[in-house]
Each structure stands twice: as structure tokens, then as C-alpha cells.
């Protein structure tokens, strides 16, 4: 079945650790993105990549970094990881920006 | 901020009834989207409406759009218990075509 992988489903993570989590779709989606998501908050967007090899920051890029070698994938690392990036992490793509976007089942990624 | 606002945060109805939840936004837009959050599940796409359209349907799913007064509305007629759910609107900015995301409508279907 076509569509949008993410991977781990859930972590824990020591601070200051450095940690990739891992996006993958199948469906040859130009446009993709990264959100965070907090208990009673809508999303925010960390970062995007219209195009392939593209990227763009978002609302709360800091303390992230993003990479869009090909279509497929787009992983997004935390270089030293703090308990503020406590949360739940969302990938999705879209054909194009601004179109219907799909989602991933997203990481939950907890930082002690 | 250029958040979108979802009204009301909070909503419980019993199954059969209709269920509307509104839309707010601030910027000038391309389109308005829809989606639903199952609790601990991804987004699920549900309606895309234009900036040039005013309704839109899709099986029990009604969405209103009105640019002059930034708004749009999503009705859910003759709701089901799988209906509970978040509900999100998603405005997309005319300038740079990113969605805009508000905390959400906490939908509840009573049995």
C-alpha cells in the first residue's frame, strides 16, 4: 500500500544526544514536511522541502536540521537534543505545496 | 501569528445528530483543507475547498467557505460514534501555499 512511512514509532532519548528520526514515501510526492505536535497545540512546522534537493525552515526550525537528497526521503536530526523537543513528530507529503497532504503515523519522542 | 482557530475546542453530541465546527483565519488564501486526528494517529486528509468555491460536499461531509469574512465551516450530518475525533483547518497562505494549523475541535459521538 502506497504511502508515508515513519520510523521509530517511539524513543526515548537522553538529552544531549543526537538523534535521526526517518521518513520515507513511496507515492513520489514532491513537496514533504516535518511537524511537531504538543498536547493541546495545533502543528508546527519545523521544516519543508518543496522539491527535492530544497529545504526551507518553518515556524520552529531551531535545534533541528533536515536533508532531501532524493524524492523518497526526508529525515529530520536533532544534533543535541533538549526536553523542550518533547513531542510528537509528524511527516507528511503532498504532490505539490499546498496540496492535500498525507501523514505518517508519527514518532513520539520523549527526552529525559 | 497567522494560526488558523477552530470554534468550538470542544464538542459533544449524540450519534445521529449534526456536528458543525468553524473555521478562522487571517491571511488571504489559495485554499482551506480539512483533516481528521483519530486520538494517537496521524492526520487523515478529509476536503480540499478553493478560494473560488463556496461548498463543497463529500458523503456526510459539508465545508462552507466565505473569503469575505475569513471563515469556513465543516458540517458532519447524521454523526457515528467513529466520527470522535480532532478536527483541524488547515488555510493555505496565497503567498507561500504553507498550511496554517489551529489547536483543533475535539469531537465526541455519544452513543
Known amino acids: 500500500i502506497a504511502g508515508i512511512t515513519q520510523a521509530p514509532t517511539s524513543q526515548i532519548l537522553a538529552a544531549g544526544r543526537r538523534m535521526t528520526l526517518r521518513c520515507t514515501q513511496d507515492?513520489?510526492?514532491?513537496?514533504m514536511y516535518w511537524y511537531r505536535q504538543d498536547l493541546g497545540l495545533g502543528l508546527r512546522l519545523i521544516h519543508y522541502?518543496?522539491?527535492?534537493?530544497?529545504?526551507g525552515k518553518g515556524e520552529v526550525p531551531d535545534g533541528y536540521s533536515v536533508s532531501r537528497a532524493n524524492t523518497d526521503d526526508f529525515p529530520l536530526t536533532l544534533a543535541s537534543a533538549v526536553p523542550s523537543q518533547t513531542s510528537v513528530y509528524f511527516c507528511?507529503?503532498?504532490?505539490?505545496?499546498?496540496?492535500?497532504?498525507?501523514f505518517g503515523q508519527g514518532t513520539r519522542l520523549t527526552v529525559v | 501569528s497567522q494560526q488558523g482557530e477552530e470554534d468550538p475546542q470542544a464538542l459533544s453530541i449524540q450519534e445521529g445528530e449534526n456536528a458543525t465546527m468553524n473555521c478562522s483565519y487571517k491571511?488571504?488564501?489559495?485554499?482551506l483543507q480539512w483533516y481528521r486526528q483519530n486520538s494517537g494517529r496521524g492526520l487523515v486528509h478529509l476536503i480540499l475547498?478553493?478560494?473560488n468555491e463556496r461548498e463543497k460536499h463529500s458523503g456526510r461531509l459539508r465545508v462552507t467557505l466565505d473569503t469575505s469574512k475569513k471563515s469556513s465551516s465543516l458540517l458532519i450530518t447524521a454523526s457515528r460514534a467513529a466520527d470522535t475525533a480532532s478536527y483541524f483547518c488547515?488555510?493555505?497562505?496565497?503567498?507561500?501555499?504553507?498550511?496554517?494549523w489551529g489547536a483543533g475541535t475535539k469531537l465526541i459521538i455519544k452513543p
Open positions: 507528511a507529503s503532498s504532490e505539490n505545496r499546498g496540496l492535500k497532504a498525507f
Open positions: 488547515a488555510p493555505v497562505m496565497d503567498s507561500n501555499y504553507q498550511l496554517i
Open positions: 522541502s518543496n522539491t527535492a534537493g530544497t529545504t
Open positions: 475547498i478553493r478560494s
Open positions: 491571511t488571504s488564501i489559495n485554499n
Open positions: 507515492m513520489r510526492h514532491n513537496a
